[in-house]
T-cell receptor, first 114, second 116 residues
């Protein structure tokens, strides 16, 4: 029972580098989202997807890209990393509308941009 | 837009004490959903409870209980006879039915430390 799998767990990037955070779920959930967690700010929505081929922006989308080519995978791309993107990133999935039923979260990726 | 306020940044109690974590929300919607999540020191987020706006009954699950009061826009969480394993950050969250159903808004979290 893998649930939501995120890789890597830890990453250090230099300013200006790009990278992709991977997220995969094996629960056949239609809804997937990316959140970032910063001290004192809770979790904030970056991007979300309501199904394969459909994505949209959340509260803090700048500097990030997403795509959803399959139901299972929802990668998050940092185009040109900045220190302000130092954060813990969580991928989440839900059978139908995370806002209705709540999400299953991955274990998180701790990203440091130097 | 909806908003969730957890005014208590940190709480420290001694084992076996009861503790209440406060959550106050703002929404213009009449149909909405409230959640509590637990984040233990290991970092994962664990779902605790979901409550819709039409169900104001209090809920009890073992040592955990939740008090939902629409009149005061609050959804408070009480741990009875706290244990060291309850030490974690607890998040309250809200989503609106008429809004984007993936836009779950989280409070800033309350860090609970239970000392032996």
């Amino acid at each position: 029972n893998a649930g939501v799998t995120q890789t890597p767990k830890f990453q250090v990037l230099k300013t200006g580098q790009s990278m992709t955070l991977q997220c995969a779920q094996d629960m056949n959930h239609e809804y997937m989202s990316w959140y970032r967690q910063d001290p004192g700010m809770g979790l904030r929505l970056i991007h979300y997807s309501v199904g394969a081929g459909i994505t949209d922006q959340g509260e803090v989308p700048n500097g990030y890209n997403v795509s959803r080519s399959t139901t299972e995978d929802f990668p998050l791309r940092l185009l040109s990393a900045a220190p302000s993107q130092t954060s813990v990133y969580f991928c989440a999935s839900s059978y139908s509308g995370g806002g209705y039923y709540g999400y299953t979260f991955g274990s998180g990726t701790r990203l440091t941009v130097v | 837009a909806q908003k969730v306020t957890q005014a208590q940044t940190e709480i420290s109690v001694v084992e076996k004490e009861d503790v209440t974590l406060d959550c106050v929300y703002e929404t213009r919607d009449t149909t909405y959903y409230l959640f509590w999540y637990k984040q233990p020191p290991s970092g994962e987020l664990v779902f605790l409870i979901r409550r819709n706006s039409f169900d104001e009954q209090n809920e009890i699950s073992g040592r955990y209980s939740w008090n939902f009061q629409k009149s005061t826009s609050s959804f408070n969480f009480t741990i009875t006879a706290s244990q060291v394993v309850d030490s974690a950050v607890y998040f309250c969250a809200l989503s609106e039915a008429l809004g984007d159903n993936n836009d779950m808004r989280f409070g800033a979290g309350t860090r609970l430390t239970v000392k032996p």
